[in-house]
């Protein structure tokens, strides 16, 4: 009976061990572990590539470096009045001046509001331009504002290239400046 007992036990060992037994669990838990594993790195990445996008506020972040460039200086082609307006003169704040990027460089719209606001501008708003293939700066004014016109190529003429200036702008603001690659 003991025998019997043996043979019954080693039957069923067979069994158990034929059909999987604990190396089935263990092979079961492994790619369990796997899929778990591959599910949690690609919900991580998922998450970070969207969080990696630049927001409306990244592209205008103030960029590591500058390289100001400009040698030009203002033309003197202003009637006396305008030219005897000196910064000190003009309250700034009464300007509200948009800021474009046209450079497609992050940052550049943020570096210009901030040197702006310190000079006492009001920024009216940043966005991207209508492309990002200005190689110099543009300064465009109101009709007849030409000593904003002045004030701004004077106060940029350090940091920026100044391109084309214009006095025909008709937006809601007192001007529109355009970020070039420079």
């Known amino acids: 009976m003991e025998e019997n007992q043996q043979q019954i036990r080693s039957r069923r060992s067979y069994i158990y061990d034929s059909k999987g037994g604990k190396s089935r669990k263990k092979l079961f838990a492994i790619i369990g572990g796997i899929v778990i594993v591959i599910l949690i790195l690609i919900v991580g990445i998922t998450i970070f590539s969207n969080n990696s996008e630049p927001e409306d506020e990244d592209i205008f972040a103030t960029p590591a470096e500058s390289q100001p460039t ?55 708003d940043t966005e991207n331009a209508d492309n990002f293939d200005y190689v110099e700066t543009v300064i465009r004014v109101t009709s007849g504002n030409k000593t904003l016109l002045n004030l701004l190529k004077n106060d940029l003429k350090d940091d920026y290239t100044i391109g084309e200036t214009s006095t025909d702008y008709e937006g809601s603001a007192s001007a529109v400046i355009i970020i070039g690659a420079e």
């Open 70 to 124: 400009s040698t030009q200086s203002p033309t003197p082609t202003t009637p006396p009045e305008d030219t005897s307006n000196s910064s000190s003169d003009v309250d700034k704040s009464e300007y509200s001046i948009l800021v474009q990027n046209g450079s497609g460089t992050a940052g550049a719209a943020g570096r210009l509001t901030d040197i702006l606001g310190d000079l006492g501008y009001t920024i009216f």
